[in-house]
């Protein structure tokens, strides 16, 4: 069963404008729930992560999620795209039920248009 | 700084000569990570150590092997690697399970 889903295989946005990616998972539990950044052949790096706290997640670099229970969702935003926020993004999920298993979606490729 | 360290950065073996890339880490977490990660793909769990204990993901192939001779280091062992073997290897490290895992920046390997 597909724990976590990228629905975007790739967005492009123009400089300035608004980023959104879209994450749903699907799990009986509370989750686990981060989004990492990988850079062209580097590691992945932390965006954020929620852990059963505030819904409403601020990360590095200008980037929010929004934890909804109701939608199943963990959305990733950034009010206005930079150049340097190219990248390759991956919603991961971890579940109680799954011995805390990392679950990664697809990922989902950005690229910013100057 | 605290981080996780891969060497090489980049490694080229022949088919069937073994190859050992290495990790190590400064972080003092208990959990280590070793993942394959074939381009556009997401990575892919080979195996971890929760501490001494080993756990092998199921689909992992029996080339592959890992050693974790301390709390700092560990080590992917490829022992005939073949030319699907040619991906981006990554290491985390975590403090737990369930939790943010840290990663190095990767070894990439060529197989010719």
């Known amino acids: 069963a597909q724990s976590v889903t990228q629905l975007d295989s790739h967005v492009s946005v123009s400089e300035g404008t608004p980023v959104l990616l879209r994450c749903n998972y699907s799990s009986s539990y509370s989750p686990s729930l981060f989004w990492y950044v990988q850079h062209p052949n580097k590691g992945l790096q932390l965006l954020l992560k929620y852990t059963s706290a505030a819904t409403l997640v601020k990360g590095i670099n200008g980037f929010e999620a929004e934890f909804k229970k109701s939608e199943t969702s963990f959305h990733l935003t950034k009010p206005s795209a930079h150049m340097s926020d190219a990248a390759e993004y991956f919603c991961v999920v971890s579940l109680e039920d799954t011995g805390n298993q990392f679950y990664f979606g697809t990922g989902t490729s950005l690229t910013v248009i100057p | 700084d605290a981080m996780v360290i891969q060497n090489p950065r980049y490694q080229v073996t022949q088919f069937g000569k073994p190859v050992t890339l290495s990790c190590s880490q400064t972080l003092n977490h208990n959990v280590m990570y070793w993942y394959q990660q074939k381009s556009s793909q997401a990575p892919k769990l080979l195996f971890h150590y929760y501490d001494k204990d080993f756990n092998n993901e199921a689909d992992t192939p029996d080339n592959f092997q890992s050693r974790r001779p301390n709390t700092s280091f560990c080590f992917l062992d490829i022992r005939s690697p073949g030319l699907g073997d040619a991906a981006m290897y990554l290491c985390?490290?975590?403090?737990?399970?369930?939790?943010?895992?840290?990663f190095g920046p990767g070894t990439r390997l060529t197989v010719l």
């Open positions: 985390a490290t975590s403090r737990g399970s369930g939790r943010e895992q840290f």
